[in-house]
C-alpha cells in the first residue's frame, strides 16, 4: 500500500511537471522562433537506470512576412549563431538590427555571427541609395558590397538542445558545424512564428488534468485506507 502512495506520488509529481512545460508552451506562442518543448519523458539509459528527459520540439514554425530587410527566417534545418557574455549560442530568432557601434545585434543585444566572425557594418558605406540584401546562403549585402555571410550551424541532434534563455539554445559541447547550404534557404523579410499549435496544447493540458486528478484520487484513497489499517491495528 504503501508503494502504491509512493507511486500515486510520484505521478503527481511528473504532472505538475507536464502542465508547467504545456503552459510555458502556451505563453511563447507568439514568440518568434520559439520551440515547443515535449513534456518530460521518463526513458531507460544505457546502464538501465530510469533518467527524465526533456526534449525540445525543432519542427519549423510558419514563416511570416514582415517586410523588415534584417528580418531573416531560416527555412529548413539550422541556426544562427550569436555572442554572448557565456559563449556561442543557437537562435531561430531572426529579429536583427544594427547596434550604435555598428555591429548586426539579435533582438537581446547580442552580436549575430558570420562565418569569419562578428558582422561590422562600416559606417563609410551607409547611403540611402543603398539597400540591404540579403541572400539565401546568407551574404549580406549594401549595395554592391559584401560585408559577411551568415554563420548557419548545423547540430547533430537539435532534439537534445538546452534551452539557454532568451529563445536562445546550447548544446553540451559547444562544437557547432556549418550546415550545409543544401539544407536551408535564409528568407529575408520574414520571421519564423512559434511551431506551438495551441488546439494540440490545450488537448495535452487537458489529458494532463485529468490523469492528476486520478493520481491525487488514488493517494487520498490508499492514506484512507492506510490509516483505517491503522485504526484497526490498535484496537
Do not use: C, W
Not at 56 to 76: C, M
Amino acid at each position: 500500500m504503501i508503494k502504491g502512495i509512493f507511486m500515486a506520488a510520484r505521478s503527481l509529481q511528473s504532472g505538475e511537471q507536464h502542465i508547467s512545460v504545456v503552459a510555458n508552451n502556451l505563453a511563447n506562442i507568439n514568440t518568434n522562433g520559439f520551440k515547443r518543448e515535449v513534456p518530460f519523458a521518463e526513458i531507460l539509459d544505457k546502464e538501465g537506470n530510469l533518467v527524465v528527459n526533456q526534449i525540445t520540439d525543432q519542427k519549423q514554425g510558419e514563416l511570416v512576412s514582415t517586410s523588415n530587410p534584417l528580418d531573416v527566417a531560416l527555412k529548413g534545418d539550422g541556426f544562427f549563431v550569436v555572442k554572448t557574455e557565456d559563449g556561442q549560442e543557437l537562435t531561430r530568432d531572426g529579429r536583427f538590427n544594427i547596434s550604435n557601434e555598428g555591429f548586426l545585434v539579435n533582438v537581446n543585444g547580442q552580436k549575430v555571427l558570420s562565418k569569419s566572425g562578428e558582422i561590422s557594418f562600416n559606417q563609410n558605406i551607409f547611403d540611402q541609395k543603398n539597400s540591404i540584401s540579403i541572400s539565401k546562403t546568407g551574404e549580406i549585402k549594401i549595395g554592391d558590397t559584401s560585408v559577411g555571410e551568415l554563420l548557419i550551424a548545423n547540430v547533430d541532434d537539435a532534439r537534445l538542445l538546452k534551452k539557454a534563455g532568451n529563445n536562445n539554445f546550447i548544446s553540451s559541447d559547444e562544437n557547432y558545424k556549418t550546415q550545409d547550404e543544401s539544407n536551408f534557404d535564409v528568407i529575408q523579410g520574414y520571421l519564423e512564428s512559434a511551431n506551438v499549435n495551441p488546439v494540440e496544447e490545450m488537448e495535452a493540458m487537458i489529458r494532463t488534468n485529468k490523469d492528476y486528478q486520478s493520481s491525487y484520487k488514488i493517494v487520498n484513497y490508499l492514506d484512507e485506507s492506510l490509516e483505517k489499517a491503522n485504526q484497526i491495528g490498535k484496537v
